[in-house]
Nanobody, 122 residues
């Protein structure tokens, strides 16, 4: 499976943005997918994750209520809807396929897509 994140851009504080993670490969609908981000000078951190069926969703506490993860297996796409964006949300956002272990940790993932830059600034 190969993943590609897109949809980033410049948005004002308080604004919204939807990121997409497009996948290729027949196994996409059977894997959990996670979104991560890496801000300037920071380590990569977990943002949100979703099970293969979409029934289970996971968020970092600081993003719960502002970010919503969803997926459409018919379109081989996972989405991250972001609202009430803050300057500290500025980062490169990545999606990846979960291969085992804790869904919150980057080493549990493979097939990282090329990230998409989100800049929150006035």
């Amino acid at each position: 499976v190969q993943l590609q994140a897109y949809g980033g851009g410049l948005v004002q504080p308080g604004g919204s943005l939807r990121l997409s993670c497009a996948a290729s490969g027949r196994t996409f609908s059977s894997v959990a997918v996670g979104w991560f981000r890496q801000g300037p000078g920071k380590e990569r951190e977990f943002v949100a994750g979703i099970s293969w069926s979409g029934d289970n969703k996971y968020y970092t506490d600081s993003m719960k209520g502002r970010f919503t993860i969803s997926r459409d297996n018919a379109k081989n796409t996972v989405y991250l809807q972001m609202s009430s964006l803050k300057p500290e949300d500025t980062a490169v956002y990545y999606c990846a396929a979960h291969i085992g272990g804790s869904i919150y940790y980057p080493p549990s993932y493979n097939y990282w897509g090329q990230g998409t830059l989100v800049t929150v600034s006035s």
